[in-house]
């Protein structure tokens, strides 16, 4: 059971992988679903940032408009006895669809999402994604195409089915015996920027290992008591966050690497919101699962992740 409620790591759709295999099927159901447009990166949205549905007749107006390119259909699954799909395409005139208001990325639509429409979307993105950069067999080079309602691509040569892969990282909330956390900022952030650190699992690894390695990498802290927090899917562009805190055994010697991360900061819950209130730190997005985790620590006065079970 997650010690943190993500705001990401909900399943909102039953995904039907039985009705994967069944092409008449699907497109019975294409015909009444609704349907989530996702184009060069961003979805088409209402007013109120909510997403905007689509008819199978509307998106057939948009392919005829000739505003967008040739899309895939992609089934995202049932609920309520609803089909839901995302149909993916890109735009033709890339400049000009990026003054359009009705389209939003993901993280600007975070904050306005139901938790339907966030499953939705998350599951959108991150297999548009995968499809996008997955147009050629890895085995003989030549096209793939979509199959399997999206969730696979198979190789028009040699028959080879392609699967969607996701990247395990972890990202980790840094303690002291005093309850202070650190925060790191890397150079590519927006000025002023900090949150928890993070790396992805590499071959052979377990969880827990990447956690002593990531840190000890990044900071030149050593970490204990390991402890599990929750985990989040992170489309950006095809990743699941598995969060942990720890403690730190040398706090005192802890240091930038000066590559990735080039400023560390040991935070009290006071010198926090001191920062925050004169503009010297700014915290990550609230959709993230890092946010999440700073907010727990804030919120819980010390408190750890076993003793809130």
């Given at each position: 059971m997650n010690v943190l409620k993500l705001p990401l790591p909900s399943e909102a759709v039953d995904r039907a992988g039985e009705l994967r295999l069944k092409p008449d099927e699907l497109a019975k159901l294409w015909k009444s679903a609704r349907i989530v447009h996702f184009a060069s990166g961003k979805f088409r949205v209402k007013a109120n940032n909510e997403?905007?549905?689509?008819?199978?007749?509307?998106?057939?107006?948009?392919?005829?408009?000739?505003?967008?390119?040739?899309?895939?259909?992609?089934?995202?699954?049932?609920?309520?006895?609803?089909?839901?799909?995302a149909w993916c395409s890109d735009a033709k005139d890339f400049e000009s669809f990026e003054l359009l208001e009705n389209y939003q990325t993901l993280r600007a639509l975070g904050d306005f999402l139901s938790q339907l429409e966030m499953g939705l979307a998350i599951h959108t993105q991150a297999i548009a994604n995968w499809h996008h950069s997955h147009q050629f067999c890895a085995r003989c080079g030549l096209p793939t195409i979509s199959a399997n309602?999206?969730?696979?691509?198979?190789?028009?040569?040699?028959?080879?089915?392609?699967?969607?892969?996701?990247?395990?990282?972890?990202?980790?909330?840094?303690?002291?015996?005093?309850?202070?956390?650190?925060?790191?900022?890397?150079?590519?952030?927006?000025?002023?920027?900090?949150?928890?650190?993070?790396?992805?699992?590499?071959?052979?690894?377990?969880?827990?290992?990447?956690?002593?390695?990531?840190?000890?990498?990044?900071?030149?802290?050593?970490?204990?008591?390991?402890?599990?927090?929750?985990?989040?899917?992170?489309?950006?562009?095809?990743?699941?966050?598995?969060?942990?805190?720890?403690?730190?055994?040398?706090?005192?010697?802890?240091?930038?690497d000066g590559e990735e991360i080039e400023e560390i900061r040991w935070l009290s819950r006071e010198?926090?919101?001191?920062?925050?209130?004169?503009?010297?730190?700014?915290?990550?997005?609230?959709?993230?699962?890092?946010?999440?985790m700073i907010n727990f620590w804030f919120e819980n006065e010390g408190a750890d992740a076993s003793s809130k079970r």
């Amino acid at each position: 059971m997650n010690v943190l409620k993500l705001p990401l790591p909900s399943e909102a759709v039953d995904r039907a992988g039985e009705l994967r295999l069944k092409p008449d099927e699907l497109a019975k159901l294409w015909k009444s679903a609704r349907i989530v447009h996702f184009a060069s990166g961003k979805f088409r949205v209402k007013a109120n940032n909510e997403l905007d549905f689509q008819s199978a007749d509307q998106i057939a107006e948009l392919v005829a408009g000739q505003n967008f390119a040739q899309g895939e259909e992609l089934f995202l699954g049932l609920d309520n006895g609803i089909a839901y799909f995302a149909w993916c395409s890109d735009a033709k005139d890339f400049e000009s669809f990026e003054l359009l208001e009705n389209y939003q990325t993901l993280r600007a639509l975070g904050d306005f999402l139901s938790q339907l429409e966030m499953g939705l979307a998350i599951h959108t993105q991150a297999i548009a994604n995968w499809h996008h950069s997955h147009q050629f067999c890895a085995r003989c080079g030549l096209p793939t195409i979509s199959a399997n309602g999206g969730s696979i691509r198979k190789c028009t040569s040699d028959g080879s089915e392609h699967y969607p892969r996701t990247d395990g990282a972890v990202i980790v909330l840094v303690k002291d015996k005093k309850d202070r956390i650190l925060l790191g900022r890397q150079k590519v952030w927006p000025e002023r920027r900090f949150s928890c650190f993070a790396g992805f699992v590499e071959p052979g690894e377990s969880f827990e290992q990447t956690v002593l390695r990531e840190v000890f990498e990044e900071s030149g802290t050593k970490l204990e008591e390991i402890t599990y927090l929750g985990s989040q899917p992170w489309p950006f562009p095809a990743s699941i966050m598995i969060s942990f805190s720890a403690i730190a055994t040398n706090p005192d010697e802890a240091i930038p690497d000066g590559e990735e991360i080039e400023e560390i900061r040991w935070l009290s819950r006071e010198e926090l919101r001191a920062a925050i209130a004169d503009e010297s730190l700014t915290l990550p997005p609230i959709m993230s699962v890092a946010r999440k985790m700073i907010n727990f620590w804030f919120e819980n006065e010390g408190a750890d992740a076993s003793s809130k079970r």
